[in-house]
């Protein structure tokens, strides 16, 4: 079955250890998500790829980057962690010409704990 | 900047009983897409129906229906013969913006 992927599901770092997340799809669609969701909370936007063009929201942090070397695949790099981004990670990929017009299919996240 | 509110925390509703969920949004596009999504515990997230600004008819999925009133800016789910399986956070969004969530409870 086509879906999206994350791993891994669960993570633990250090405060300030650098730390990797990542995603992959097999639905071969242009756009993807990152998106941070703190406990009872709503996703909210960290960035997407349009194809290969990057788009970072105006308020995420520069500690969150992220790589996306083809269209499978997409990193998630936060440099020093912070308690404050212990959270809920979603990737999710969508098609489009025009964002927003179709859904969004998400992955089962990774949930990180930062000690 | 656009914006999605829903306004109710939790909601719960008996087994078999009809329940609707409230979301209201502003934004400045004159053609777009809104979308409510189901999180259930656990498990990931996933679209429960999509509904088309220009389009006039309101979005059915089996149970699923939504009452969209474009002048208003509401966009409200309506759950038919809720299952226990429908329990789960409940999504609106519009574009990449989320609302902050409704959790369904849903009694036997």
């Known amino acids: 079955d086509a879906m999206v992927i994350q791993n891994p599901r669960y993570q633990v770092t250090q405060f300030g250890k650098p730390v990797t997340l990542s995603c992959s799809q097999t639905?071969?669609?242009?756009?993807m998500y990152w998106y941070q969701q703190k406990s009872s909370q709503a996703p909210k936007l960290l960035f997407h790829y349009y194809d290969k063009d990057f788009n970072n929201e105006a308020d995420t942090p520069d500690n969150f980057q992220s790589r996306r070397p083809n269209t499978s695949f997409c990193f998630l790099d936060i440099r020093s962690p912070g308690l404050g981004d212990a959270a809920m990670y979603l990737c999710?990929?969508?098609?489009?010409?025009?964002?927003?017009?179709?859904?969004?299919?998400f992955g089962p996240g990774t949930r990180l704990t930062v000690t | 900047a656009q914006t999605v509110t829903q306004s109710q925390p939790e909601m719960s509703v008996q087994e078999a009983e009809t329940v609707t969920l409230s979301c209201t949004y502003d934004t400045s596009e004159s053609d777009y897409y809104l979308f409510w999504y189901k999180q259930p515990p656990s498990r990931q997230m996933i679209l429960v129906i999509r509904q088309e600004a220009y389009k006039q008819q309101n979005a059915t999925e089996n149970r699923f229906s939504v009452n969209f009133q474009k002048a208003a800016k509401s966009f409200s789910l309506k759950i038919s013969d809720s299952q226990l399986g429908d329990a789960a956070m409940y999504f609106c969004?519009?574009?990449?913006?989320f609302g902050a969530g409704t959790r369904l409870t849903v009694k036997p």
């Open positions: 969004a519009n574009d990449m913006r």
């Open positions: 999710a990929t969508s098609r489009g010409l025009r964002l927003g017009t179709y859904e969004q299919y």
């Open positions: 639905l071969n669609h242009n756009v």
